[in-house]
């Protein structure tokens, strides 16, 4: 069960010398919220633990902190300084190294992600991961469902409805259709305190070369919204709105 710590969405985001600026008021990536509840509930009716791992700087320990509450097992923190300014195609290898030392201890069944991350969006981790890790990928479900050796899942894209299934071990990405995700309560809360968050870093992973295939070459602040314009209807107002509209190509 992968998962991220990300800036809140609600917070102002800023880029510092090609990186995103991290630390203030981050939160665990809230897609990741409805992977983390898919986990859950398939090992509470299959059996099994749920792993919760994650990528970053020592401060994503929390996202793991609140993956515990919400219910996963146990937990891998890989943090490692030479990992700052990764890429998707990064993330996904050494997420990839990890799942396989994970397996190392027993058999993964099912790695699940969320859709995406709220800070870059791009979607893109999910399919690369199952990728390196050379296993079908079931991606975007707005339902899934599984029997312990088959992984089904239904989604929609545009008007159509989709179902895919795939033989596990499989990846899994979730949407935030999917479920509803738990609200932990005290006891959860205080219980996952004594559960383990082990620290890797590129080294126990046996991984040397992380440079990120993409840099950013420049970055702006997203200059201010300009002032709208007022249409005052007296009587040609739809006229007036729709020679707007065409002067400024907007139709």
């Keep these: 069960m992968c998962v991220k710590q990300v800036p809140d969405i609600q917070s102002e985001r800023s880029i510092a010398d090609g990186r995103m600026v991290r630390g203030q008021d981050d939160v665990l990536n809230e897609l990741d919220e409805n992977a983390l509840e898919a986990a859950v509930t398939l090992a509470e009716?299959?059996?099994g633990t749920v792993t919760a791992l994650t990528m970053g700087p020592?401060?994503?320990?929390?996202a793991l902190r609140r993956a515990l509450q919400m219910g996963a097992?146990?937990?891998?923190?890989?943090?490692?300084?030479?990992?700052?300014?990764?890429d998707a195609v990064v993330t996904a290898r050494v997420l990839?190294?990890?799942?396989?030392?994970?397996?190392?201890?027993?058999?993964v069944d099912l790695v699940v992600?969320?859709?995406?991350?709220?800070?870059?969006?791009?979607?893109?981790?999910?399919?690369?991961?199952?990728?390196?890790?050379?296993?079908?990928?079931?991606?975007?479900?707005?339902?899934?469902?599984?029997?312990?050796?088959?992984?089904?899942?239904?989604?929609?894209?545009?008007e159509a409805t989709e179902v895919y299934s795939a033989p596990l071990?499989?990846?899994?990405?979730?949407?935030?259709q999917a479920n509803e995700p738990r609200i932990p309560n005290f006891r959860t809360m205080m219980a996952a305190k004594k559960k383990p968050i082990a620290t890797w870093d590129l080294g126990d992973l046996g991984l040397d070369d992380v440079t990120p295939a993409v840099a950013v070459v420049r970055a702006a602040p997203r200059p201010p919204r300009p002032a709208g314009t007022i249409i005052t209807d007296t009587g040609d107002g739809g006229r007036r709105l729709a020679a707007y509209l065409l002067e400024n190509r907007l139709v």
């Design 45 to 47: 009716d299959l059996g």
């Design 58 to 62: 020592e401060g994503a320990g929390d």
């Design 73 to 86: 097992d146990d937990a891998v923190h890989v943090c490692d300084d030479r990992l700052a300014g990764a």
């Design 96 to 107: 990839g190294a990890a799942v396989r030392r994970i397996a190392g201890d027993g058999p």
């Design 113 to 158: 992600t969320g859709m995406a991350t709220m800070d870059g969006l791009t979607s893109m981790v999910p399919t690369a991961l199952a990728t390196v890790l050379g296993l079908p990928a079931v991606t975007l479900a707005a339902e899934v469902e599984c029997d312990g050796s088959t992984v089904r899942i239904t989604r929609t894209i545009g």
């Design 169 to 176: 071990p499989a990846l899994l990405s979730v949407t935030d």
